[in-house]
């Protein structure tokens, strides 16, 4: 089925420094034909899209589904989840105390 419902699929894709085209050539290699018209019209919330585009637009741009519908990386906390995203759970418990011992208990 086709869905229509808001994502982040552009922002994340100028985060990760990609053009139209580029993205593309990426859904290519796996595997998945669509062109750069497609995707601005998909971007823009003018064309419905599959599970299956969204799905390699993820792996595409090295995402989960959650970050592209929910996750805006242009709002600031972002960087920081992010970089969380690439940690393992030791490294998150180590980065959770330094912020605590930087900024005190507010979380």
Do not use: C
């Not at 699929?9 to 990760?16: D, F, H, P, S, T």
């Not at 741009?61 to 972002?78: D, F, I, K, Q, Y």
């Not at 989840?81 to 759970?89: A, G, M, T, V, W």
């Amino acid at each position: 089925g086709m869905v229509r419902k808001p994502h982040y699929i552009r922002a994340w894709r100028e985060e990760r420094g990609y053009t139209l085209d580029q993205l593309v050539g990426r859904l290519a290699e796996i595997g998945v034909e669509t062109t750069a018209a497609s995707l601005s019209r998909i971007e823009r919330g003018k064309q419905p899209y599959s599970q299956d585009i969204i799905e390699a637009i993820a792996e595409a741009l090295g995402v989960t589904m959650s970050h592209l519908t929910e996750r805006n990386p242009a709002l600031p906390p972002a960087k920081i989840i992010n970089f969380l995203d690439h940690l393992n759970p030791q490294e998150i418990q180590r980065a959770e105390d330094v912020l605590r011992a930087m900024f005190g208990e507010r979380a």
